[in-house]
């Protein structure tokens, strides 16, 4: 279990050491995006303003004063990645994303496309928005404000961290493998409880009257 | 003077609430919009340092001390513990010997809302549901959401105010299973739901599930579930032995903390039930996720105010 410090931008070779069960830090720029940023990119197909290339994605919406023209952080926190899933291989094959900072989670196809890219998926406790905020230095700067808090944001980190390392580039996936066992305990439970057959699909089953 | 079967005082006059009574309702929407999304209820501090306690797994242990951090900072500089507002929910508890305009209290709910999303400031995260346009106030057309119950015989309005996170709330789950399928069909369709959710609602939740009533009833009753009180149980023994073993039985999934592997799943489990038709055995599910939001005041007719637990956090006959 190694313990790693990452300064975005990443390369490929910063990416392939990291391993399911590492634990990261976090230093300097990190890009926050959500549902609306996304759907923007890819379903809009406007070009995001500004490279991608080795950045860290956090999936995050935050809480935000303006000050004159800069915004300071009040709370940022962190959203469910998995809303997000079928974003994740065009951010790395068409931006050279080299990571997500979320919470959650990633599916299949995005296991495979992180093992193929080179690319890794940091674990942050959700709900913990407060300690997270501690470790935002700034908000460096905010694109497409009229998505407002669903912009392109930049913030400055400073040790951002723990950071749980539960999806890496070779095709390894906590969540996976703790959904696959926890399918298992069920069968199991349901065995032993069961005393007639499975549940009948509720499209075929009786209704009414 | 006796009372009636519901408690209320025979040939009582209900007290009229005036102008500082709805200024009250506004102010208070406010504070406790606030106060939910700041100050983690007494009960769920408990029961996480109970599971951190009892928690096995190491990395499980790390996440919960993280909690427990995150909570003790939110306190000390008073921050809101989790970036998501969510979707403003009250329950509002009508006293019938006090005489209120509901349209006010809903209008004055509303005000307090906006108030607090304009002044504090926090995160809109309301929007239509086609166009997606965010109006920045965490209201608009039927939100906040409102549920009216009553208290049988009170002189006063209680408010309970939930700002439901969306990571917990995207996983919601109903289904009308047959008289057939029994209440082996509610466990399982539980567990598989709690399963499929996985690492999404924030675990360690609260899992409240609603059994019986109507499809809109059931998903209503789930929620009512999930915003008891920890501590609190089904009036119903039959109910209350089911959430018993279901807290057992989802705690050894090893889902655990954040979806990452681990002991604690779930903070408790709930059942909210009511009686359903004979062809019909309804089950719906809707989680809070460990931060368990939730503040709740009393207010009276003149205009006084009382945060604090109120009757609408535990299980009522209404």
């Known amino acids: ?209 | 003077m006796g009372h009636d079967a519901v408690g209320r005082k025979r040939g009582s006059v209900a007290v009229a609430a005036g102008g500082a009574f709805y200024d009250a309702v506004e102010e208070t929407a406010r504070a406790l919009y606030i106060k939910a999304l700041k100050d983690v209820p007494a009960d769920i501090r408990t029961a996480i340092t109970q599971a951190y306690a009892r928690e096995q797994h190491d990395v499980a242990k790390k996440i919960l001390s993280l909690i427990v951090r995150n909570v003790e900072i939110a306190d000390e500089r008073r921050m809101i513990v989790c970036q998501d507002t969510g979707t403003p929910i009250f329950w509002v508890g009508l006293g019938t010997a006090v005489h209120v305009d509901g349209v006010r209290i809903a209008e004055a709910l509303r005000a307090g809302i906006e108030r607090a999303t304009r002044d504090h400031p926090l995160r809109s995260s309301v929007c239509h549901p086609l166009t997606r346009e965010n109006p920045q106030t965490n209201t608009g057309y039927r939100i906040p959401v409102i549920h009216w119950e009553f208290l049988a015989g009170a002189e006063h309005v209680e408010l309970l105010c939930v700002p439901k996170g969306s990571g917990s709330e995207n996983m919601s789950f109903l289904r009308m299973l047959t008289p057939a399928d029994g209440v082996d069909g509610i466990r399982r369709f539980v567990l598989e739901s709690v399963v499929e959710a996985g690492a999404n609602p924030c675990p360690p939740c609260i899992v409240g599930i609603g059994v019986g009533g109507s499809a809109d009833a059931c998903m209503v009753l789930a929620k009512r579930a999930a915003v008891r009180r920890i501590g609190t149980h089904n009036p119903d023994p039959h109910l209350a032995a089911l959430e018993v073993e279901l807290l057992e039985k989802i705690n050894s999934l090893g889902i655990g903390p954040q979806g990452v592997g681990g002991d604690t799943t779930a903070l408790a489990v709930h059942i909210e039930h009511a009686y359903t038709h004979i062809t019909q055995n309804p089950v719906g599910l809707n989680m809070q996720c460990w931060r368990g939001l939730r503040a709740e005041a009393r207010i009276h007719p003149d205009g006084r105010a009382e945060l604090g637990n109120s009757s609408l956090s535990a299980p009522r006959p209404f």
């Not at chain 1, 050491?17 to 990119?41: H, N, S, Y």
């Not at chain 1, 495979?112 to 690319?119: I, K």
Request: aromatic content about 6%; charged content about 20%; proline content about 6%.
């Open chain 1, 1 to 209: 279990m190694a313990e790693v410090r990452l300064t975005p931008p990443l390369s490929e070779a910063d990416i392939r050491p990291l391993r399911v069960g590492d634990w990261a830090t976090l230093e300097g720029t990190l890009l926050g995006v959500r549902d609306a940023t996304l759907i923007r990119i890819f379903d809009h197909h406007q070009a995001p303003p500004i490279d991608l290339s080795g950045a860290m994605l956090l999936h995050t919406a935050p809480n935000v004063r303006k000050v004159g023209d800069r915004y300071e952080p009040l709370s940022v926190g962190t959203t469910t990645s998995t809303r997000m899933d079928r974003f994740t291989e065009p951010l790395l094959r068409e931006y050279g994303v080299r990571g997500f900072i979320g919470k959650g989670g990633l599916l299949e196809g995005s296991v495979r496309a992180m093992a193929e890219h080179g690319a890794v998926y940091l674990t942050i406790v959700g709900g913990a928005a407060a300690w997270q905020t501690l470790h935002i230095e700034a908000i460096e700067a905010v694109y497409w404000e009229d998505l407002m808090p669903e912009c392109l944001w930049v913030f400055m980190v400073r040790s951002l961290g723990p950071l749980l390392v539960s999806i890496d580039s070779h095709g390894a996936s906590t969540y996976a493998d703790v959904k696959q066992a926890a399918r298992q305990r069920l069968s199991e439970l349901l065995a032993k409880g069961q005393s007639r057959g499975p549940v009948s699909d509720p499209g075929d089953s009786p209704r009414g009257a």
